[in-house]
């Protein structure tokens, strides 16, 4: 490739890793070793760089601990892509940054759009509001880009909670009444690295926020129903879904009970397409289920 690299902060994440993986020659990973919010630690590391665009995968996405760790989640969620947007500014290059469907409070009734007011309802939403500001405010060529319910077939998400539950119970109880967008980690690095490309050959491209998540929408007891039936089908563990109110699975961070985000925008302006959500989270049951379950004693679980 001629161009310099894009420079991936975040690559040991299920974001990060899908952007190493696909984006080849084109990205280049930073090492786990940068702390995102030590601004002399962030200025070394990318000195050792050339890059021609910033992807910030890197963040602090503990929903529940945030509430008892505000300033290790503002530190990194707000204060380290401030720092990320000087560095961006100061070589000229675009920063991709990712947010969250959490900065929205979830009372509206439709889709969220990327114009709507934000509103967040925990310390994890407000931290990553906080790094929204920033970026607008520090990187003169950015896109913000919110994301929801990431999934991938590494790390720590509903699909790999889901398969290691089933594991060992018949049953688990999960909430029905929170809706929101389940989204492939690897289709969002697709979209981010596309965005980046253009953002680095037409410097003109205006910046903004927009959404990307893979089409369609669930609840959580459907999306848990959805893993099950795919993993089935494929010799791997399942479970009967209780489906529960929120009410029932009481958690530290409240969470937005709408929080399903509208793509028109970004499909418009980037010329991107988004799969539906099925497909898009069967693909990652497929890579993780090997046809070897064994359904042990009836046990109960609650998970949102
Ligand atoms: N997961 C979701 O459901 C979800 C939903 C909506 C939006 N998002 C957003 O999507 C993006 C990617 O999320 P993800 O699920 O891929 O996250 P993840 O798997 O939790 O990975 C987070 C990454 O951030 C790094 N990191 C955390 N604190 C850091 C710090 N202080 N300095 C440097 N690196 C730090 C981690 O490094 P270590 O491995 O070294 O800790 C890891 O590489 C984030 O912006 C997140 O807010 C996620």
């Given at each position: 490739m001629g161009a310099a690299p894009i420079l991936i902060i975040g690559e040991t994440g299920q974001l990060g890793r899908e952007l190493v993986r696909l984006g080849g020659d084109d990205v280049r990973g930073c090492g786990p070793?940068?702390?995102?919010?030590n601004a002399d630690s962030v200025s070394r590391v990318l000195a050792r760089h050339s890059f021609g665009a910033i992807i910030n995968a890197a963040a602090y996405t503990a929903v529940d601990r945030a509430e008892g760790e505000p300033i290790d989640a503002w530190a990194a969620n707000a204060l380290g892509p401030a720092i990320l947007a000087s560095h961006a500014a100061k070589r000229d290059v675009p920063l991709l940054h990712v947010s969250t469907d959490?900065?929205?409070?979830?009372?509206?009734?439709?889709c969220y759009r990327e114009t709507d007011p934000v509103r967040p309802l925990g310390v994890y939403g407000a931290s990553k509001e906080g790094g929204e500001q920033a970026v607008r405010a520090g990187a003169p060529r950015h896109a913000i880009v919110r994301t929801a319910w990431l999934a991938s077939?590494?790390?720590?998400?509903f699909v790999t909670t889901m398969l290691r539950l089933a594991e060992t119970r018949d049953t688990v109880r999960v909430v029905g009444d929170q809706h929101g967008s389940p989204t492939s980690a690897t289709d969002l690095a697709n979209a981010l690295l596309a965005m980046a490309r253009r953002m680095m050959a037409e410097p003109e491209t205006p910046s903004g926020t927009w959404h990307f998540v893979n089409s369609g929408e669930a609840s959580w007891d459907a999306y848990a129903r959805h893993i099950f039936a795919e993993s089935r089908l494929r010799g791997g563990p399942f479970a009967d879904v209780v489906s529960i109110p929120t009410s029932e699975y009481p958690t530290p961070a409240r969470r937005p009970a709408n929080s399903r985000l509208a793509t028109a925008l970004t499909m418009e302006t980037w010329g991107l397409q988004t799969r539906p959500w099925q497909v898009a989270i069967a693909e990652i049951v497929a890579t993780l289920v090997t046809p070897s379950p064994v359904q042990s004693a009836p046990n109960r679980e609650t998970i949102s």
């Open positions: 070793i940068l702390d995102l919010a959490y900065v929205f409070s979830g009372d509206q009734g439709d077939a590494h790390g720590n998400n």
